[in-house]
C-alpha cells in the first residue's frame, strides 16, 4: 500500500447521534485522517451534534453523501437492515455492539461484508480501555502463569436509553466479548439465571457461570438495578490475580505470597497467601478514541485490532445461550 493510500482522509458517515451517536460524532471529528461528511437520524438533532451537517434521514441519504466509512448507533433491532445496506454500497462499517439483534441477523451480516470484501467491525470499546489493554499484555507475558478463572461485574442503575434489548445483550455481551478476548479461549458451556424486578419486558439482572476451552472456569454478575456502578474484571491465576476496574481504568495486581517451606506441616497445604499489592501506572487514552483508531487504521490495512463481525457473531451466540440456559433451566453446550 502506498504512503499515499495510507494517509487518505476518510470520508466518514454516522447514523444513530443519540445518547452513543453523540460520542461518536466528536471522536470521529477529533480522529486524525477522518472526516465527519454525512450524519443521518429519523429522530433529529437533540444533542445539537450536527455542528453545520445537515441531519439526514436514513441510511440511504447517508451512503449518497459519498462516504468511505460508516458508523452505526441505532437500536440493535435496526443494526442488520443499515448494515446489508452499507455492505451493498461499498461501505467499511463499525457497528455498535451488539453485531445484531439475533445470530441468524448478525450472521448474514458478517457474511455481506466479508464477501463484499469490505471491513466490518463491532463497537465493543471496553476492549479499547487502558485497563484491559494493560490487563491483555501482562496476560500474554505470562505473568500470572496458568490462568485458572476470570470472574466480572457490571453493575448500576437502569440507563433509560435502552429500550429493544434487556441487561444480557446490552450490558452482559461486553463481559463475554472481554472474557474470550483476554483469555483468547471461546465459550464451552454456560449456565445462567436472569430476573425481571422492574416490570419492563427484558430481563435486568443475570448471574452466569462457565468454562472457556482449555479449562479456564468464569463467572459473571450483571444488572441494571444496583444503586452503585461497578466494571470490574478479576482473573485469577497461578502466581496471583490480576484486577481491572475499567470505570476507573486502574490495573492492579495481587500477588501470591505463597513460597517454599521446609515446614512439613504447613508445606501439606498447597494453597496460597497474601503477597504484595501493586497499582501499576498506565496510559489513560479514551476508549472511544482508540477504537476509532483502530478502526481507520484496519480500514486503511495499517493495523489489525479491531473487533472483527465473526467475533461479534460468536459472542451473540454465547449471550443467546445465557439467555435460553436462563429459560430452560439448563447448562447449554457451545
Known amino acids: 500500500m502506498s504512503e499515499q493510500q495510507e494517509n487518505k482522509t476518510l470520508r466518514a458517515g454516522l447514523i444513530g447521534i443519540g445518547s452513543m451517536g453523540r460520542h461518536h460524532a466528536r471522536v470521529i471529528r477529533e480522529t486524525p485522517g477522518m472526516e465527519l461528511v ?7 438533532d437533540k444533542f445539537n451534534v450536527a455542528k453545520g451537517l445537515d441531519v439526514l434521514p436514513d441510511v440511504d441519504a447517508l451512503i449518497a453523501a459519498g462516504i468511505d466509512t460508516a458508523m452505526v448507533a441505532v437500536p440493535t433491532i435496526y443494526h442488520e437492515e443499515i448494515a446489508l445496506k452499507l455492505a451493498k454500497a461499498g ?4 457497528v455498535e455492539k451488539p453485531i445484531a439483534a439475533t445470530v441468524e441477523e448478525g450472521r448474514r451480516v458478517a457474511e455481506a461484508f466479508e464477501e463484499a470484501q469490505l471491513i466490518g467491525a463491532v463497537g465493543y470499546v471496553e476492549r479499547c480501555n487502558p485497563a484491559i489493554i494493560a490487563l491483555r499484555e501482562r496476560l500474554a507475558a505470562g505473568e500470572l502463569g496458568q490462568v485458572y478463572q476470570i470472574l466480572t461485574r457490571r453493575q448500576g442503575p437502569f440507563p433509560a436509553r435502552i429500550s ?12 463475554v466479548d472481554l472474557t474470550s478476548y483476554v ?15 422492574a416490570g419492563r419486558e427484558y430481563e435486568d439482572m443475570m448471574v452466569a457461570t462457565g468454562r472457556l476451552e482449555g479449562g479456564i472456569i468464569v463467572n459473571h454478575v450483571v444488572n441494571w438495578l444496583s444503586p452503585f456502578k461497578e466494571r470490574l474484571t478479576l482473573v485469577t491465576g497461578e502466581r496471583g490475580a490480576l484486577l481491572a476496574d475499567t470505570m476507573n481504568n486502574d490495573l492492579t495486581f495481587y500477588a501470591n505470597g505463597t ?12 494453597g496460597v497467601s497474601e503477597g504484595d499489592v501493586t497499582r501499576y ?7 472511544l478514541r482508540v477504537e476509532q483508531e483502530r478502526f481507520r487504521d484496519k480500514v486503511n490495512g495499517v493495523g489489525n485490532e479491531t473487533v472483527t ?6 459472542t451473540l451466540e454465547v449471550v443467546e445461550a445465557i439467555l435460553e440456559s436462563a429459560h430452560t433451566g439448563e447448562t447449554v453446550k457451545l
Open 164 to 175: 429493544d434489548v434487556g441487561v444480557v445483550k446490552d450490558l452482559a455481551t461486553h463481559d
Open 281 to 287: 501506572a498506565i496510559e489513560k487514552r479514551e476508549p
Open 259 to 270: 513460597v517454599p517451606t521446609k515446614w512439613d506441616a504447613v508445606a501439606a497445604f498447597r
Open 38 to 44: 454525512a450524519i443521518a437520524d429519523p429522530g433529529g
Open 309 to 314: 463481525m465473526a467475533e461479534g457473531v460468536r
Open 183 to 197: 483469555a483468547g479461549a471461546r465459550y464451552e458451556s454456560i449456565a445462567a439465571h436472569t430476573t425481571h424486578r
Open 91 to 94: 461501505v467499511h462499517t463499525m
